[in-house]
């Protein structure tokens, strides 16, 4: 496949004409090169635009691939008739059969961020994101009974920005607590999250991995060498399975297949909405 660049096209900020082209492109083995042009808002930004796509194919010998959510027409209109990459207008493929679905006109908005402040998700999500930045890492076992789910494994396992991405994007109370050789000698839970056990959610690590993780942190230190990170996974595994707490490996699994599998088995109401 020869090189390409694909571009990710919108009048707001771009960001869901790049979720969903990015889902589209994991379906290939190709890795192209990734542009994102947002807030194209008026016909000199479209004509500015148009220019950087067609140059960008003469250059690479290949047109380029344009992902695009455009609500102004008269913008869509001059990225169609005139830009020579291959075009995919991603509100007309779904909007237009929508609106006929529901025999009613869209409100044809840009983006979706124009009024999210003052609504109350958006209030909850930065309550959410506060709470899981003040209960990172242990930092704080105060309220940890208004904790949606409490994701506990030893260092550097993904607590931490598995907990972030919950409360940004589906605004979960997330605290964070690590396991750490005291608890593994104590040979129990920590005190803090004893009578909080059914929020528990527990993730886990291949050691190898790990011990690498760690060494870009510390290197050379006890806390990264393999020993001890077979030890703490070992003695963390078998605590999460002798609580009844439920977890599972972070090595291959990306932060949202491991937001979503807490989100079914912690808070399965959150993936309603």
């Known amino acids: 496949m020869p090189h390409r660049t694909v571009y990710f096209v919108s009048d707001g900020t771009g960001i869901t004409a790049e979720t969903f082209g990015n889902s589209i492109l994991a379906q290939f083995p190709a890795k192209p090169r990734h542009v994102r042009r947002p807030f194209i ?14 140059e960008t194919g003469e250059r690479e010998g290949a047109r380029a691939i344009v992902f695009a959510t455009l609500v102004d027409r008269e913008v869509l209109r001059i990225v169609r008739e005139h830009c020579k990459g291959k075009v995919l207008d991603m509100f007309g493929t779904f909007i237009e059969p929508l609106e006929e679905e529901f025999a009613v006109k869209s409100n044809h908005r840009v983006g979706r961020f124009s009024d999210v402040a003052r609504s109350q998700e958006y209030h909850d999500r930065i309550e959410a994101i506060n709470f899981s930045l003040a209960h990172d890492d242990g930092q704080s076992a105060r309220n940890l009974a208004a904790a949606d789910v409490i994701l506990v494994g030893v260092s550097r396992c993904g607590k931490t920005p ?24 104590r040979n129990k839970l920590p005190t803090a999250l004893i009578e909080h056990r059914r929020k528990c959610f527990g993730l886990t690590i291949d050691p190898e991995r790990l011990s690498q993780i760690r060494n870009e942190r510390r290197p050379g230190s006890k806390y990264a060498a393999i020993e001890n990170c077979r030890y703490e996974v070992n003695e963390a595994e078998a605590m999460m399975k002798r609580d009844g707490i439920a977890w599972l490996s972070s090595t291959h699994k990306s932060i949202e297949e491991i937001a979503t599998t807490i989100l079914r088995d912690i808070r399965p109401d959150r993936l309603i909405y």
């Open 41 to 54: 808002d008026s016909a000199e930004k479209a004509y500015a635009l148009v220019r950087e796509i067609n």
């Open 162 to 185: 598995t907990s972030l991405y919950l409360a940004m994007q589906h605004g979960i109370k997330a605290a964070n607590y690590p396991l750490i050789p005291d608890d593994f000698e």
